[in-house]
C-alpha cells in the first residue's frame, strides 16, 4: 500500500533543528531566555506592525485580545459560526459574554450583508453604542475569522463595524501570510486591519511553534495589557505582586526559536500552497460536478491554508468520500459542525445560515501540507476522480 498521505502537518528542517538546539543547551528552554523578544520582532516586522505578543496558543491569544478590549459579561459579540469552535469560546464564555452568530458568505468567511442587516434590523444605537433589540445587551464587537487563509472583506466589514461603533477582531489564526495587494488596505496583513487580530502557530497551520500564538494591535496600550496578562499580571518580579488575575499564556523559548526558523521559510510554503492548490483546481474543478472552492485573490494574496472540496453537485457524499479515501491511504475531514449546534450555544441568535449550513454538509478539506509533493497532490486527485 502507498504511504500514508497525512491532512496537514509540520514542515521542520535543520534549520528548526538548529535554533531550538541552541535553546536547549543553553539552558534556557522555558519563559525565559531572548528568543521570545527576537520571534515577537521578527513577527511584527513580517506583518509590517510596531509590536506582536506572542502567547502559548491561538486561544490564548483571542482570550488575551477579548480582555484588552473590555468585553465582559453582559455584552454580545457578533461572531461566525461556520469556524472552529476556539474562534468563539476565548472572545464569549471565557469572559462572560454572548455570542450572536452570523452566517458566511461565498468566501466561508462572515457575510458582511448579513451583519449589516442585524445591526440594522435587529439592534437600536443609543448613545453611540449598538443594542440587541431583543436581548437589551449591548453589542460590543464584531469577530472576523479570515477562513482556510481567505481574505474576509475586510473593507466592507470595517466600514460596518466603525458605523455602529464596534470593536473589530481579526482572527487571523488560518491567515498568517494572507494580505491585500490591491484597494484601500493594500499591502497590510490579515489580522492587522481591525482593532486587535491574532495569530496561531498550531501544528498544523501555515507555520508552528508546535503551539503557539500572537497578538497584534493598533492600540498600544490594549497590547501592553495583553503581554501583561499573559505574564500572570506580575507587577513586581522579586516579591511576587500581580496587580489583578492573570495567566501563564508566554511562550516558550524552544517555541520561539522553532517560529523564527519557520518564519525564514513561510513565504516558500505559500508559494508551494499556491503550486498544490493549482494542481487540485486544474485536474479536479468542474470534473464529475466537482468543484475546488476559490480564494479571494483579485485583489489579495491568500496563503491558501486548508483546500475546500464542494461535493454538492457531484452527488457524491461527504462522509462516504471521507471513508473512501482514508481507505486508500488520505485523510481528509469535513469542514466543522457549526458552532450554534455545540453544546452550551443552542440557546444564543442566530441569523442568516443557509450557505453556512450548505458548506457544512458539503464541504471535504483535502491535504495540505507545505510538504507535501505535487505526485502525492495527484496520487489524491486519482482517488477522488474514482470515487
Not at 484601500?184 to 508546535?210: E, L, R, V
Not at 511562550?251 to 494542481?279: P, S, W
Request: aromatic residues 8%; hydrophobic residues 40%; contains cysteine.
Amino acid at each position: 500500500m502507498s504511504a500514508f498521505i497525512p491532512l496537514s502537518v509540520p514542515n521542520f528542517g535543520a534549520r528548526e533543528a538548529e535554533l531550538a538546539g541552541e535553546a536547549i543547551t543553553s539552558g534556557w528552554v522555558s519563559t525565559s531566555g531572548g528568543k521570545v523578544t527576537e520571534f515577537e520582532a521578527s513577527l511584527a516586522r513580517y506583518l509590517g506592525v510596531e509590536r506582536a505578543v506572542a502567547c502559548n496558543a491561538g486561544s490564548s491569544a483571542l482570550h488575551l485580545a477579548a480582555m484588552a478590549a473590555g468585553i465582559g459579561r453582559g455584552d454580545e459579540v457578533i461572531v461566525p459560526t461556520l469556524t472552529f469552535i476556539a474562534a468563539v469560546n476565548p472572545l464569549t464564555r471565557y469572559v462572560g459574554a454572548e455570542p450572536v452568530f452570523i452566517g458566511c458568505d461565498d468566501s466561508l468567511c462572515i457575510d458582511p450583508d448579513a451583519v449589516e442587516e442585524f445591526c440594522r434590523t435587529r439592534c437600536e444605537t443609543r448613545d453611540g453604542k449598538l443594542y440587541n433589540k431583543a436581548t437589551g445587551a449591548h453589542v460590543k464587537a464584531l469577530e472576523v475569522v479570515h477562513v482556510f487563509g481567505n481574505m474576509a472583506d475586510m473593507a466592507r466589514l470595517t466600514e460596518i463595524a466603525r458605523r455602529y461603533g464596534l470593536i473589530l477582531i481579526e482572527d487571523a489564526t488560518e491567515a498568517l501570510g494572507t494580505r491585500y495587494t490591491d484597494g484601500p488596505f493594500a499591502g497590510k496583513y490579515a489580522g492587522t486591519i481591525g482593532d486587535i487580530g491574532c495569530y496561531s502557530f498550531n501544528g498544523n497551520k501555515i507555520i508552528t511553534t508546535g503551539a503557539g500564538g500572537a497578538v497584534v494591535s493598533n492600540h498600544p496600550h490594549w497590547l501592553e495589557h495583553a503581554k501583561h496578562l499573559s505574564t500572570q499580571a506580575k507587577t513586581d518580579l522579586l516579591q511576587f505582586l500581580h496587580d489583578e488575575v492573570g495567566y501563564n499564556y508566554r511562550m516558550t523559548n524552544v517555541q520561539a526559536c522553532l517560529g523564527l526558523a519557520q518564519l525564514e521559510r513561510l513565504e516558500g510554503f505559500i508559494e508551494h500552497k499556491k503550486a498544490l492548490y493549482d494542481h487540485y483546481a486544474a485536474r479536479l474543478d468542474g470534473v464529475k460536478g466537482l468543484r475546488i472552492l476559490p480564494f479571494r485573490t483579485g485583489d489579495a494574496r491568500p496563503n491558501r491554508w486548508f483546500f475546500s472540496l464542494y461535493l454538492k453537485d457531484s452527488g457524491l457524499e461527504r462522509d462516504a468520500v471521507i471513508g473512501k479515501l482514508q481507505a486508500r491511504g488520505i485523510q481528509t475531514r469535513p469542514v466543522w459542525a457549526l458552532i450554534h449546534e455545540q453544546a452550551d450555544y443552542p440557546r444564543n441568535e442566530v441569523y442568516c445560515l443557509d450557505k453556512a449550513e450548505d458548506y457544512r454538509q458539503n464541504i471535504v478539506n483535502l491535504p495540505c501540507s507545505t510538504n507535501l509533493s505535487l505526485e502525492d497532490c495527484e496520487r489524491v486527485c486519482q482517488a477522488v476522480l474514482d470515487l
